[in-house]
Structure formats: C-alpha cells, structure tokens
C-alpha cells in the first residue's frame, strides 16, 4: 500500500460520476470548475504535504493495526496524542489554505465516533456493526479516501421533531428496510469540503426518542452514490470562482453542499446504525466532544494568517507593524485562547472503551463558546490595522488596476510604501477574504451553536453543589432555595 499523491488523488474524483451542481449546472470536472477547483486544491494539498518530509508528521501516522503509513485523516484517534495531532494538523492546514478543509476533519470524527457508539450497541445489542465499521474504514486507510461528515439535516421547523415536520425529507431518514442493505431518503445541509470528498460519512442530526428512530441512521456512501445529489452552496463572492488576479486572493478555499438523498441505497455492510435511536445521544455527545475541542485548531490556523496579514498590510501602508503590537498581541492571545481551551479538554479527556480517545465535554463545550466569539474579536483587530480598503474590499478590481486608460491611476492610488502596489492590493485582499469572505470557517456554527454549547455547559455546572461551597465558607445555616 502507499500513499497517494496528489495526482492520484485529483484522479480518483474525476473517476466519479458527476452529480455535483450550482447555478442549475451540472459540474463536469470538479477539480477544474471554478465553483470547485478550489475547495478542492484545499484538499489537494494535504497529499502534497504527505510527500515531504517536512509535513509528513503532521499529515500522516503509522497505524498500530497494520503498521503501514497513512494518512492521519483516515486513523484511529485512539490516544490523547492522537487527537492533540488532529488539532494541530487543523491548524496547519487553515496556515496552507487560509480556510476549512472539512473533507479531511469531519468525516474523521464521524468514524471515530462510530467505533465507540458502534462497540456500545454491539455489547448490549449483539449487533454487527463494529466489524462493519472497521471493514469500511480499512478500505479508507489503504485508499487514502477523503470523507465528508454530515451530520447536520436541513431539519424544518426548530421546534418540532422529524417525525412532526409537514415534509418529513428534511430530515434524512430510513424508507425501506430489504434483505441485503437500507434505503435513505432525505437532505443534509451545509456539509464542508463534500465536492473534495470520496466518500460521505452520514451521522444522526440529534438526538431522537422512539417516535423518530427511523432517523437514528449512519451510514458511509460514495460521494457519487445512485440517487445522492449535491448543490454547492457558497456564494460566489466567497470563494471568489468569478473573479482574476488579486481578486482572487488565494487559490484554496471551501464550499458546503446540500447532499439530497432521493432513495438512495445502502449496502449492509456500509450501515453503522439502524433505529436505534437510545444512541443517538451518545453519537451527538462524543461528536461534539472532540469537534469542539479540536476546532480551537482551525480558528488557530487561521488567526495566525490573520496576524501576518495584519504585520504585512500595516507595513504596505507605510507603518511598523510595532505600533500596532497590542493589537497583534491581543489577536495571538485570542488565538491561543482557542487552541490551549481545546488542548486541555483533550487533555482531560479520557479512552473509551472501544479504544477512541474522548475530550472532556464540558471544556469542549466552553472552547465551542469561545471558538464564536474570539476569532471575530480578532477579525475587528485585523481591519482596524489594516484600514477601509479591507474592512469593506473597498478599492478597484484587477482589471482596473490594469486598465489601459485609468490603471496608472488606480495603481498611483494604491501605492503606500516601499511595497508595489500589487502587493498592498493583494495582501488587502487576502484580509478582506480572511475577515469577511470564504476564510471565515463558521465559527459560530460551524460544529453546532454557542447556545447548544451553553445548554451542555449549564448542564455540567453543578449550581447546588457550588452553592453549598458558598454556603459553608459565609457559615450560613439555613437553606436558602429558589423563590
Ligand atoms: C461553515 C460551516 C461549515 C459546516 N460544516 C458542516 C459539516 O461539514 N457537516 C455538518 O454536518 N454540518 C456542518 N455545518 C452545519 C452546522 O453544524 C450547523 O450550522 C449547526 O449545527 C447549526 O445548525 P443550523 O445552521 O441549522 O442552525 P439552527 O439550528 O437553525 O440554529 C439557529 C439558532 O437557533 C437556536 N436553536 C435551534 N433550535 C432550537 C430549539 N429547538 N430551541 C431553541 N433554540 C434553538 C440555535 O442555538 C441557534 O442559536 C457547517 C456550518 C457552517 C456554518
């Protein structure tokens, strides 16, 4: 077995049927349209950094099962190193594409999720769904297949159950139950990196009761499963597929898809959980778990791009970065705030018994909350250094700054410092992209709500028992409840 190079991987998604659209077309290549190309070099180069020695730490281990090298999206997280290694390699890669490359982080946790909720129901089920499991994610190590993780349906009505909604589609659900495998039917939204992905991991949404086990389903699908299609969702100013040069700040970046199961069959052996719905709570607890922990890496990634941008554009505008240390300093601490909040709930996390490591839930809970709110604190930081031409992408096009009549003009404009113009046109740009477009990677919901978090957290907090502690301290004797 051996890696893959980038090569081999950008050929295993032509190998696909096409079924992916946006703007009502069909997407023929999905490593060269405009509205994929990108997302999918994101993906790209975590292959590339398999390959060097330098990166092949951080983007491939040894597995312990079969003592091949492989790709590190695609193992066992079954240590605390192991996930401590997840995160960093979040953060590296938001350093390489300056945004979310869901396709190699999702799917990840989805699987390893599934090895302890699947070992749960197979103990107190005499279910089969563990073999299933590592049967399928064996194939993925030794294929190096790149898995999208969808969790998240398109839901309806928030205050209403699946089973209640007047279109029971928009949530994805069992239809048809037969002798060798299920039928699926129903809509995940707003999947990250799916376009790039081999293969899609899907998880239930929520928790569910009796009346909604017909939606306790995981299963792993083909990204070009009979029956799955995909819409791509961002707008084009995001990713910046419609626009040249400068313009154009990075040649990464990332798409979510709508994946619309119309009937879609799955095999037996792909299925990891069918109706039972009592787990389904752990599903979303262990998920969330690690996720949130470790997407204090990605918000990291990203925030020390945003740094450099910050330094670079405050000297294209003819400053030191020096007067703007505190700022810089207090989006470092921001930044900092995320990964080490994530790293200590991995840290006090513990092994399951089916040999995944899980973060600790309520500080992962906590890192979600700041995970929402420190990276926008940090995204202010960086407009306010690096002035209007950024806070609003306020400053002519490419093609304007070459315009053969006006361009000398638009290029004067831009001219601040010893930097060219260019320069200071495209690190602003890069800044604008980063604190405003595609480079924001869904802090605020990305893995779920801050206010899902601070159910959990209030959940965890035991408000009595600390109120005793205060109780005991101001030597109060009697028991003051709530009026
Ligand atoms: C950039 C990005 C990438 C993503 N990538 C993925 C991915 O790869 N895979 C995946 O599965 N998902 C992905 N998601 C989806 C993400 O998990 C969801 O956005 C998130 O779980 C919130 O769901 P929602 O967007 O439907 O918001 P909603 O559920 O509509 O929530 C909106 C607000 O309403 C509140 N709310 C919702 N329901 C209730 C209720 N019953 N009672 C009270 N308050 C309520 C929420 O707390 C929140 O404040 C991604 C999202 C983003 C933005």
């Not at 994101?42 to 492989?70: L, N, Q």
């Not at 069992?174 to 790039?196: N, S, T, Y």
């Not at 477009?437 to 009595?464: F, I, Q, Y």
Request: with cysteine; charged share 25%.
């Amino acid at each position: 077995m051996s890696l893959k190079t980038r090569e081999d991987y950008l050929a295993s998604l032509r190998d696909m049927r096409p079924n992916i659209y946006k703007f009502g077309q069909l997407i023929e290549d999905v490593v060269t349209d405009p509205v994929t190309r990108r997302v999918v070099e994101s993906h790209a180069r975590a292959f590339d950094a398999a390959h060097d020695p330098e990166r092949e730490e951080i983007f491939t281990v040894v597995s312990p099962e079969t003592g091949e090298r492989i790709m590190r999206f695609t193992s066992v997280l079954a240590t605390m190193d192991d996930v401590l290694a997840n995160m960093r390699l979040k953060r590296h890669s938001f350093r390489e594409t300056g945004s979310c490359t869901g396709g190699l982080c999702v799917g990840w946790n989805a699987m390893n999720t599934m090895r302890a909720v699947t070992f749960e129901m197979d103990s107190e089920l005499g279910t089969d769904y563990s073999r299933r499991l590592r049967a399928w994610a064996a194939q993925c190590q030794e294929q190096c297949l790149v898995v999208a993780g969808a969790l998240t349906d398109a839901k309806g009505d928030r205050s209403k159950v699946p089973s209640q909604q007047e279109d029971t589609d928009v949530t994805v659900h069992v239809v048809e139950k037969r002798d060798d495998g299920i039928v699926v039917r129903g809509v995940k939204a707003m999947i990250a990196g799916a376009a790039a992905a081999n293969e899609i991991f899907v998880l239930p949404g929520s928790g569910y009761r009796e009346g909604d086990s017909g939606y306790a389903v995981s299963f792993a699908v083909p990204r070009d499963a009979e029956g799955l299609t995909l819409v791509e969702c961002r707008r084009p100013s995001d990713n910046r597929e419609m626009e040249a040069g400068f313009d154009s700040p990075v040649e990464t970046g990332i798409t979510q898809s709508y994946l619309l199961f119309d009937n879609v069959f799955v095999p037996n052996e792909r299925v990891f959980m069918c109706g039972e719905y009592k787990y389904t709570a752990a599903v979303i607890r262990y998920f969330t778990a690690n996720y949130r922990a470790c997407i204090g890496g990605c918000v990291t990634g990203q925030g020390d791009v945003m740094v450099g941008a910050a330094v670079l554009m405050a000297r294209a505008n003819g400053l030191s970065a020096k007067k703007f240390t505190e700022k810089l300093v207090q989006m470092a601490i921001n930044n900092e705030t995320t990964f080490g909040m994530g790293a200590g709930a991995i840290a006090l996390g513990r092994q399951h018994p089916a040999g995944v490591w899980l973060a600790d839930d309520t500080l992962a809970h906590v890192n979600k909350v700041h995970v929402a709110t420190l990276p926008y604190e940090s995204r202010r930081l960086l407009q306010d250094v690096c002035g209007g031409l950024v806070e609003t992408g306020c400053f002519p096009s490419f093609a304007d700054f070459h315009h053969e009549e006006y361009g000398h003009w638009v290029q004067k404009s831009l001219k601040a410092s010893k930097a060219t113009a260019e320069s200071r046109a495209r690190l602003a740009r890069l800044a604008e992209w980063l604190s405003i477009g595609a480079g924001v990677p869904g802090c605020m919901h990305g893995g779920g709500s801050p206010d899902g978090a601070k159910l959990v957290v209030r959940l965890n907090t035991p408000l009595e028992a600390y109120a005793g502690y205060a109780k005991k301290l101001a030597g109060v004797a009697e028991e003051i409840t709530e009026p």
